[in-house]
């Protein structure tokens, strides 16, 4: 059975602080992870990374993929209270998109 | 603003009653999506259309059902409703079907509440 995991589940953190967020896989036919970023609304796209070692960076944001590891982690540094969201990671497989729970994530300024 | 269009916002509907949301996708964008979001679930994948053809199925109950119009628009069709439907319905899109390299932008969700 596909999965996507993330952890920690949640995250509580002083602005200016940098997180780690992780994301791991099982899944039949990888093709693709998304990170997205969901405020009070829709999740907004972050970053899509196809290929291992490569990181994609935008901003304070950066991400990587290790398929050897099966998993992928988002960076956030320098942390601000409008990085508070839940930070939602996604794989495809074949046809499907797989979600993880999310990692909650509460800036305190 | 992703230039993904739901509607209604918000359904409050009674158990065992039918709703319809739409959904129209960016212009230019053949792939539509729908998600089911609730609290205890997270994002589940329900089902994806691609230039009107169904390509593939994730847990999408037989109550619930779901097309994609010539002009690309899709209607998620949800019946016999139970308390346990009230959720958040997504619809995203995206030029090519999953696995390329675009990814989908989402709309603002319809929110169901069935009472």
């Known amino acids: 059975e596909d999965k996507v995991v993330q952890s920690p589940l949640s995250l509580v953190v002083h602005e200016g602080d940098t997180v780690t967020l992780n994301c791991s896989y099982e899944v039949t036919n990888f093709r693709s992870l998304l990170w997205y970023k969901q405020e009070k609304k829709a999740p907004t796209f972050l970053f899509m990374l196809?290929?291992?070692?490569i990181e994609k960076k935008s901003g304070r944001l950066s991400s990587i993929l290790d398929k050897k590891e099966l998993s992928s982690i988002l960076n956030i540094t320098a942390t601000q209270t409008g990085d508070s969201a839940i930070y939602l990671c996604?794989?495809?497989?074949?046809?499907?998109?797989?979600f993880g729970t999310g990692t909650s994530l509460t800036v305190i300024p | 603003d992703s230039g993904v269009t739901q509607t209604p916002k918000h359904l409050i509907t009674a158990t065992g009653q039918r709703v319809t949301l739409r959904c129209s996708p960016r212009?230019?964008?053949?792939?539509v999506y729908w998600y089911q979001q609730s609290l205890d679930q997270g994002l589940q994948f329900l089902i994806h259309y691609y230039n009107g053809e169904e390509r593939a199925k994730g847990n999408i109950l037989e109550r619930f059902s779901a097309q994609q119009f010539p002009d690309l628009h899709s209607e998620l069709n949800l019946s016999s409703l139970e308390l346990g439907d009230s959720a958040l319905y997504f619809c995203?899109?995206?030029?090519?079907?999953?696995?390329?390299?675009?990814?989908?932008?989402f709309g603002a969700g319809t929110r169901l509440s069935v009472l």
């Open positions: 212009s230019g964008d053949l792939s």
């Open positions: 995203a899109s995206s030029v090519e079907p999953a696995g390329g390299p675009i990814p989908q932008y």
């Open positions: 996604a794989v495809v497989s074949g046809n499907q998109f797989y």
């Open positions: 196809t290929s291992s070692g």
